[in-house]
């Protein structure tokens, strides 16, 4: 069955430093691969998607994250953090954008002053 | 254009009562589907409903049911809460050929 892997339950990162935040999935198939945000009480937003291509896909919110087929991973990554990103972050997988979604555990990401 | 919407916000039941929670999609989409998400959890598969049928069901018991209406609006219905139940639930909606799915704000649910 397929799974998604986030290992970092907790990241604390400085304000205007980078960040990483790592996703690994397990999938018969290379999956479309998607990065939500989540902020307290809210619903998912949709930060950026990966179908094919180049395995380097841009966002929203100035983030990026890099598909790598080899180590079966998508990390998201952002140059410099602001303290509006502190939220929780969800790396999904799906057959298709239209088919169910299967979501890791989630990463909080907490941004220090 | 509208978002997806959920309804209610908030609600507080008691173990062994039953709940309807509320879904309108986005304006064109005609799928809708229905996550749970436990607190400290990813969102967790519910059910997928498109043209008013069931297209996939996740792991859930037979307390769990849903339908879709034809204005592709839908309800998700549990009975017999167990304090377990007590999570997000998320709606999303999307369009067959697209590339992702919409959430609304969710409903949030306390067993007690």
């Known amino acids: 069955a397929q799974s998604v892997t986030q290992p970092d339950i907790h990241i604390t990162v400085s304000e205007g430093a980078s960040l990483e935040l790592r996703c690994n999935y397990s999938y018969g198939a290379t999956p479309y691969l998607f990065w939500y945000v989540q902020s307290p009480g809210q619903g998912l937003q949709l930060l950026l998607k990966y179908f094919s291509g180049d395995t380097l896909v841009q966002g929203i919110k100035g983030f990026e994250a890099e598909f790598k087929r080899s180590q079966s991973s998508f990390n998201l990554r952002k140059p410099s953090v602001h303290w509006s990103d502190a939220a929780e972050y969800f790396c999904?997988?799906?057959?298709?954008?239209?088919?169910?979604?299967?979501f890791g555990t989630g990463t909080r990401l907490l941004v220090s002053p | 254009d509208a978002g997806v919407t959920q309804s209610p916000t908030h609600l507080i039941k008691t173990r062994g009562q039953h709940v309807t929670l509320r879904c309108s999609p986005i304006s064109g989409h005609k799928s809708v589907s229905w996550y749970q998400q436990v607190l400290g959890q990813g969102p967790q598969f519910i059910f997928q409903y498109y043209e008013k049928e069931e297209r996939g069901r996740g792991n859930f018991p037979d307390r769990f049911s849903a339908r879709q209406f034809p204005n592709y609006s839908s309800e998700l219905n549990v009975n017999a809460l167990l304090l377990g139940d007590s999570a997000l639930y998320l709606c999303a909606s999307s369009s067959p050929g697209a590339d992702e799915q919409y959430f609304g704000p969710g409903t949030r649910l306390t067993v007690t």
């Open positions: 999904a997988v799906a057959l298709t954008g239209f088919q169910k979604l299967v």
